[in-house]
């Protein structure tokens, strides 16, 4: 991940707690930390997403100590589109980050936030879920 890309992320993820979204600076910081671990809403184990170039995907441990363990994509969702779970917050999060994204990394950035909107398939137990409302779920704010 380049330096200029993580960048933009800590300013967007200042610029998101100064605006009251705290939850959304607080998941972000995933995008600049190539990583988001998570617990199944379905079967409570721990999974891990990475962000990776072609895509979002879900593994069962961590890819760093197993790499080559089965990868499940997730199924980004256009920022408006309905998705497996209800999703309001996850609507007004991430369709203001992205009404307040400028030119630096901006298609990036809208992809992966179609990511974060998207349908996350549990390794463990093979079950969908909205992956950014579980996320808000799991933030202490």
């Not at 600076?25 to 891990?48: M, Q, S, W």
């Not at 499940?72 to 589109?81: A, D, N, Q, S, V």
């Not at 009404?99 to 549990?122: F, K, P, T, V």
């Amino acid at each position: 991940m380049s330096h200029g890309y993580s960048s933009t992320i800590y300013v967007i993820q200042a610029w998101a707690a100064l605006s009251g979204r705290v939850a959304l600076a607080r998941i972000i910081e995933g995008l600049a930390d190539a990583e988001f671990p998570l617990e199944c809403p379905h079967c409570e184990r721990t999974l891990y997403v990475w962000p990776r170039p072609n895509g979002f995907t879900s593994h069962a441990e961590d890819p760093v100590h197993a790499p080559h363990e089965t990868a499940w994509r997730i199924t980004p969702r256009k920022l408006g589109e309905p998705a497996v779970a209800e999703a309001d917050a996850a609507r007004s999060d991430l369709a203001w980050l992205a009404s307040q994204l400028g030119a630096a990394h901006r298609e990036r950035i809208r992809g992966e936030l179609e990511y974060l909107n998207g349908d996350c398939q549990c390794p463990h137990c093979a079950r969908s879920f909205h992956f950014y409302e579980q996320l808000v779920q799991e933030v202490d704010v």
